[in-house]
């Protein structure tokens, strides 16, 4: 059985799938047309992010019986699609979850130490000491928006430096025992918005959440919190973001993820209260590591049970 790897995971994934056997053809960094023609005779395809398995994608692919994410989010995935013509869709939501939540504890750390704006000063040969002083995470209120595993992973880090976790589970999917366990209070998602002083989203881009963050949300929010989006982009209205951080509604925020990628003259970088990165949540050595051994260990036995079926 052939397996497609159309985005590079870790080098044990490639190893794992080859030792139980399957030919692996890695070919990253393909267009859709490409990719059309490729994926035509693979039994299974594993994606990360970049790759967007389509409808059409999924209707070229004449053998196709399994579709491995190495990640959390399935948005780049037509899981419809898959399920009309009998593909299984795989991921591994817990690999990269340390990760993530890393990254928004460390933007959430920049921002109230004013460390990129330091770094670009020092560059510069300016010495602004006095000019940034910050503020610290202990005592504050942590609001997490989505309580899965990387909101509560993030709860814990929190908690151990001091601060409050509260949260709100919009989608009623989450596990209210882990939860609890996580040390997070629920509570309304209003509540969460006006309480808060640091907000932090870790859901997936649904019809009805995109743009959830945007004016109304903004004018609720304390002019002193901080909001990071590590989850998915959409989900923020990043012009009624940059209007709020320019007129100084709300005190700052951070960016992993955005609703073009690459985006495109992106005005919001030119604020001294807005710090981002490229997408970069799930991307740690650690991280990429258990996502390739896990997609393939996924990808492998799903394929051995349908042959033996």
């Not at 409050?164 to 040390?183: N, P, Y």
Request: hydrophobic content about 45%.
């Amino acid at each position: 059985m052939k397996v497609l790897v159309s985005d590079l995971i870790a080098e044990d994934g490639i190893k794992k799938l080859e030792e139980e056997g399957l030919e692996v053809v890695i070919k990253p960094g393909l267009s859709p047309d490409d990719l059309k023609l490729v994926i035509k005779d693979a039994d299974a395809i594993i994606v990360r992010s970049a790759t967007k398995v389509k409808r059409d994608i999924i209707e070229a692919a004449e053998k196709l019986k399994v579709i491995g994410r190495a990640g959390v989010g399935l948005d780049n995935v037509d899981q419809e699609a898959a399920k009309e013509r009998g593909i299984k869709v795989v991921n591994t939501p817990g690999a990269t979850s340390i990760s993530v939540a890393e990254l928004a504890l460390a933007h959430m750390l920049a921002l109230s130490r004013h460390i990129v704006e330091g770094t670009v000063s020092l560059r510069e040969g300016r010495w602004e000491k006095k000019k940034l002083e910050g503020v610290e995470l202990f005592g504050k209120i942590l609001g997490v928006v989505g309580c899965g595993r990387i909101g509560r992973e993030l709860a814990k880090r929190a908690q151990a430096m001091g601060m409050e976790t509260i949260g709100s589970d919009i989608e009623g999917l989450c596990d209210m025992k882990a939860i609890k366990d996580a040390g997070i209070i629920m509570v309304p998602l209003d509540e969460l918005i006006k309480k808060s002083d640091y907000i932090s989203l870790h859901m997936p881009l649904t019809k009805e959440n995109k743009h959830m963050f945007g004016e109304e949300a903004f004018e609720k929010m304390k002019p002193t919190a901080i909001l990071i989006n590590c989850a998915r982009g959409g989900i923020v209205d990043e012009e009624a973001l940059y209007n709020a951080l320019k007129e100084g509604r709300i005190k700052g925020a951070a960016m992993d993820v955005f609703e073009v990628e690459p985006p495109q003259d992106y005005k919001l970088a030119s604020l001294k209260n807005f710090i981002g990165t490229p997408h970069i949540g799930a991307a740690t050595e650690e991280g990429q590591l258990r996502a390739g051994v896990e997609i393939a260990e996924l990808v492998a036995g799903s394929l051995k049970a349908l042959k033996s079926a």
